[in-house]
T-cell receptor, first 109, second 121 residues
């Protein structure tokens, strides 16, 4: 089973700043990586799939990049609503399954 | 607009079987472009994919839960079903129903609001 490690576990920042979240896979997954945002009391929301494709309605402030084992999610010019929990997720070919990282919490500095 | 709504018992006793239903509205589950799935979330272990199912009944399960998990669909009612047998406290979680872009995006683009399941005697 492929493992995903997100770092840092918690990131403190301020509105207007730019942040980068990391997600590392234990073995190469090509570009089958997605990112989700989860606000308190809500279900996760798809931000990025295919490592770099923004989902419908997602702001251009969110940029995904990477391939193989190392992926990043960059949020430029943080808005107050961006302070949330972020998850990365991959799908492996064998066994055919999905795996999530443990999450990065983005909070106010 | 596609919507998913989970429903279930809320409380389940240890060793019993958990049964959940997902009602899909705004689109037919008879789709050739996506699967439908279940994901749960616990404070300690984060998000865990449980399994995904095609409208034909073809299903993929998380290997760690395969022996206890069954998923099915009712295309006439646009419902998805999940049963998890021999539950323990470790199965206490929020359970989400999702649309799975298996084969076309490898991600989950629609989520239900989730239903809380607590395993307690």
């Amino acid at each position: 089973e492929i493992l995903l490690t997100q770092s840092p576990a918690t990131l403190s920042s301020s509105p207007g700043e730019r942040v980068t979240l990391s997600c590392r896979a234990s073995q190469s997954v090509g570009s089958d990586l997605a990112w989700y945002q989860q606000r308190p009391g809500q279900a996760p929301r798809l931000l990025i799939y295919g490592a770099s494709t923004r989902a419908a309605g997602i702001s251009a402030r969110f940029t995904g990049s990477g391939s193989g084992t190392d992926f990043t999610l960059t949020i430029s010019s943080l808005e107050p609503e961006d302070f949330a929990l972020y998850h990365c997720q991959l799908r492996s070919s064998w066994p055919p399954m999905y795996t999530f990282g443990q999450g990065t919490r983005l909070d106010f500095k | 607009q596609l919507q998913l709504q989970e429903s279930g018992p809320g409380l389940v006793r240890p060793s019993d079987t958990l049964s959940l239903t997902c009602t899909v509205s705004g689109a037919s589950i008879v789709s050739t472009t996506n699967y439908w799935g279940w994901i749960r979330q616990t404070p300690g272990k984060g998000l865990q994919w449980l399994g995904s199912i095609y409208f034909s009944g073809l299903a993929y399960y998380n290997p760690s839960l395969r022996s206890r998990l069954t998923m099915s669909v009712d295309t006439s009612q646009n419902h998805l079903f999940l049963t998890l047998s021999s539950v323990t406290a470790a199965d206490t979680a929020i359970y989400y129903c999702v649309r799975d872009l298996w084969g076309s995006g490898e991600s989950f683009d629609y989520w239900g609001r989730g239903t809380v399941v607590t395993v307690t005697s």
